[in-house]
């Protein structure tokens, strides 16, 4: 079993340091096998870049009027595909000055994607708020927040995430399932959006090892897709294999993460 701690205060150079408490292994296990992918008809498709920045879809990209891209940093292969696909991409990111692209398609906001509002900072309904009437039809949600992602997916309205058809999201700090706290927020957010989408694709990122304790294993980063609920079909017959022929690694010169047995 878990040698879990039990919430320790130790003294560190005169301050006091609290060490979360450790989630229940049950309820992890059980929490983990609600995220295993499941098989679909559709066919996954990779767009964007031969290793980080591409990421694995289902082949159902007809009626999608825009891609909300919020995090763009130096990496827009993705949206440059959705953009040759004829879709438009309203991304933002206030780290950088704009994309590193120029592409008539793209349509930039220097902001954050956050839970307040400021000149710095904007909430996700607000960001697809700002999609044009004219482009009717779903969306696409490609986002790496680096961290943000639980608190901006927990604050975004039903409405919002309903839109998406897709959704590519990369998933940090999921290593900190063991503490009972972070467990909490992560699993919040998760069941959140599985009330709209089921999980049809999982890629570790192996930039770090996954963290292993008693029979568990998680990665500390994933890129996890979603495929809304009236869009998915399964299929039954198909076995999923691990990694999908289509998957790369994100970081060249790293060893290979393969999707933990438990996951799968």
């Known amino acids: ?41 559709a066919p996954l498709i990779r767009l964007g870049g031969v290793a980080d920045g591409g ?54 906001l220097k902001k954050f994607v956050d839970v307040h509002e400021d000149e710095s900072n904007i909430r996700l309904d607000s960001l697809c708020g700002l999609v044009p009437a004219g482009l009717g039809g779903d969306r696409l949600l490609q986002m790496d927040i680096e961290g943000a992602e639980y608190r901006v997916l927990l604050d975004a ?27 909490r927020i992560i699993r919040a957010a998760f069941q959140k959006l599985l009330r ?30 979603f495929y809304r609920k009236d869009r998915f079909v399964p299929d039954a017959d198909a076995k999923l294999t691990f990694p999908h022929l289509l998957d790369r690694d994100n970081v060249a010169g790293k060893p290979s993460v393969v999707l933990p047995k438990c996951w799968q």
């Open 1 to 41: 079993m878990f040698e879990f701690l039990k919430g320790v205060a130790e003294k560190l150079s005169g301050n006091k340091v609290w060490i979360e408490p450790s989630a229940d292994p049950e309820q992890i296990a059980s929490f983990i096998k609600s995220l295993r992918p499941k098989a679909i008809k």
């Open 55 to 108: 990421y694995l879809l289902p082949n159902d990209l007809d009626g999608i009027g825009a891609c909300i891209s919020p995090g763009v940093s130096t990496e827009v292969s993705f949206d440059r595909a959705m953009a040759d696909r004829g879709i438009d991409v309203f991304m933002a990111d206030a780290s950088v000055a704009g994309p590193p692209a120029i592409d008539a398609r793209f349509h930039f």
């Open 157 to 183: 309205s039903d409405e919002t995430l309903k839109s998406f058809r897709i959704m590519t999201i990369e998933f940090h700090h999921l290593s900190r399932l063991y503490g009972r706290f972070s467990f």
């Open 196 to 225: 709209f989408h089921e999980i049809v694709h999982v890629h570790p990122n192996n930039h770090a090892k996954p963290v292993r304790r008693g029979g568990l294993e998680i990665p500390a980063v994933m890129e996890f897709t």
